[in-house]
């Protein structure tokens, strides 16, 4: 593999582009290779280069495929260079990411603190099996100072949010939680996949670590469940010579072949992404059949002043609330002929889903309220088909209906 080029200043969609790219030294392929290889083998040189300690990132020793690929570490340095982060690590899913990084600052007796809205994934896995391990947790339905002073305890210690909340679409004031943690010696992990780094990077913002379902817009294909943790080398490796070595939650190079490939039209598709939110979110804001449309785009939506404030744009995801329970939403749904109806986002379809019954479903009803999950809330990824074409889908499904 050649050496990486110096990407000091250049643009974002260059990096998409070119970061982690390495062609090859013999053949002079340009695309990076699925190295599909379980294990490497060590001469003589290569085995006293490892034992002789850490390896540097241009000599990296590969040992084990649970360790690392050359392919998966082509896809973390594009990952990190268009995160603004020294490294990052990619696992089996975002579920895998969301663990690791916990992990990497909590041991059993610590106790950590989490926005109440969350992936309902996220909050299973909080509520539920890190509980069993015997991490604490605490969900606050708004992250400001006060409620963290009141909800802070001596073995605090992290703090865990998403910028743009699933599936609510609400945004915190990420400053002042970056702020209050600092002042606290508390780290900051955050998930960011609703905004993806073309929207939004994290360190930028002194988080400490962030993570991504890559399933969503990283990869943005519909072909590959992963996930990233995203920060400091020293944070990154390790997580990947303990945590994940042991755990063995490793992508596969296929997939991590695929996602480069993704990667390189990310700010292609996530403007497309942008735009076809908003002219949808627009459309469906006066139509009679809807009580209410979520979109951080719209001048009139509560998040609008702090999704310009953090954002490059406003994300493709819209909420739409319709006037009736997740029966009625169900019935809309059906009669849409062109979007799907199927969990995850970010992907080049459409996908539509109702969160009380399906992202949702496991978290009780109690806790659903408290995220502010209305029955009738219709999660809808815009893909990056025409708009108008969306539109028209669901307009003659609300006719229906
Ligand atoms: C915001 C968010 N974070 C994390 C996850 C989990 O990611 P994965 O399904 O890749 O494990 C999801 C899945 O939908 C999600 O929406």
Partial sequence: MGKDK???GLGFETLAVHAGQHPDHETGALVSPIYKTSTFVFTEDRMERWLAGAPLDDEIIYTYGRSRNPTQV?????IAALE?????????????????AVLGYCKSGDHFISAQTVYGGTFNLFDHVLKDLGIEVTF?????????????????????FETISNPT?????????????????????????????????PLDWGIDTAIHSCTKYINGHGDVVAGAVVGTKEFCEGLRSKQYMDMGPVLAPDSCYLMM???????????????????????????PKIKAVIYPGLEDDKNHERAKKYFDDFGGMVGIVIDGDQKK??????????????VSLGDLDTLVQIPATMTHR??????????????????????????????KDFESALELI
């Avoid at 082509?74 to 594009?78: E, P, T, Y």
């Avoid at 939403?329 to 199927?342: D, G, N, P, T």
Wanted: hydrophobic fraction near 40%; include cysteine.
């Fill in 6 to 8: 110096d990407f000091q």
């Fill in 261 to 287: 490939r993704g990667l390189k039209t990310l700010h292609l598709r996530m403007e497309r992404h942008c735009e076809n939110a908003m002219e949808f979110a627009r459309a469906m804001k006066d139509h």
């Fill in 84 to 100: 603004h982060a020294e490294a990052s690590l990619v696992t089996s899913s975002g579920m895998a990411a969301i663990t690791m």
């Fill in 329 to 342: 939403a169900q019935e809309l749904i059906f009669k849409l002929k062109l979007c799907y109806f199927a």
């Fill in 362 to 391: 496991k978290v009780p009803k109690e806790d659903r309220e408290k995220m502010g999950i209305e029955d009738g809330l219709i999660r809808v990824s815009l893909g990056v088909e025409n708009v108008k074409d969306i539109i």
């Fill in 74 to 78: 082509s896809l973390q340095q594009k």
């Fill in 140 to 160: 606050l339905e708004e992250l400001n100072k006060e409620n963290l002073d009141k909800a802070k305890r001596d073995n605090t210690k992290l703090v865990y």
């Fill in 169 to 201: 679409l609400d945004i915190p004031e990420i400053e002042e939680i970056v702020e209050w943690s600092k002042e606290n010696g508390i780290n900051t992990v955050v998930d960011s996949t609703f905004t993806s780094p073309y929207l939004f990077r």
